[in-house]
């Protein structure tokens, strides 16, 4: 019984060890890229489903590279009009679940994996910018955690962009009205977040802060 636990811990350390090294490896050239998270149940006559589409191929025509969590719904959407921008990368980070996660079509480059942490280790390691359309908890998951650790210094300042403001403005008259006067965030905390519907809104700001980076490995280099 415990060579068969110990077989058990052998075999999901090497799965683990071997998701991110084909991530690294697969992901290393892949430059400047924005993650677009949103929900797997959003259906193609959904009205956010063509902004995200949309918001996608404008980011690729900017020279973005695209990564999603490579399922249906919003995934589906950011990967199909990254997918149909020239001299871009559509990128889908896929995940093993009981339900609702098939691959969608539209990717240039898939990975898959077992594990959420490695995934999202993908996420923070290659995007320059996060965008979340309407989504669920795994949506707020990857919201919250991306707060987290830009509040808590575990990576730099990156643009976090809101898009559908009748979607997320509860979440943040909430955030202003509960969290900030209990004393749970400052008031600096929520200037990470961008709340727009604007398309060119959002590709205007990842555009300045990759001009940003650019300045600040010039200045390195220099």
């Given at each position: 019984m415990i060579d068969d636990l110990k077989g058990d811990e052998s075999w999901r350390m090497f799965r683990i060890i071997s998701e991110f090294t084909e991530g690294f490896d697969t992901l290393a050239d892949l430059g400047f890229a924005i993650s677009i998270f949103g929900s797997a149940r959003t259906t193609p006559d959904n009205p956010y489903y063509q902004t995200a589409v949309e918001l996608a191929h404008a980011l690729g025509n900017n020279g973005f590279s695209i990564i999603t969590g490579?399922?249906?719904?919003?995934?589906e959407a950011a990967n199909k009009g990254a997918?149909?921008?020239?001299?871009?990368?559509?990128?889908?980070?896929?995940?093993?679940l009981p339900h609702e996660q098939a691959a969608n079509h539209f990717q240039d480059i898939s990975l898959s994996y077992r594990y959420f942490f490695a995934r999202k280790v993908m996420f923070v390691k290659y995007s320059m910018g996060y965008v979340c359309m309407p989504g669920g908890f795994g949506t707020l998951d990857e919201l919250m955690e991306a707060l987290t650790l830009m509040q808590t210094g575990k990576i730099y300042p990156l643009p976090l962009v809101l898009v559908g403001v009748d979607y997320w403005q509860g979440l943040i008259d909430w955030m202003k009205s509960s969290l900030l006067p209990f004393g749970a965030i400052s008031a600096e905390d929520l200037d990470y977040i961008t709340l727009t519907d604007e398309i060119d809104e959002t590709v205007d700001i990842m555009c300045r802060h990759r001009q940003w980076k650019l300045e600040q490995i010039d200045t390195l280099e220099g």
């Open positions: 490579g399922g249906p719904g919003m995934m997918f149909s921008a020239p001299n871009t990368k559509s990128v889908g980070l896929n995940i093993e």
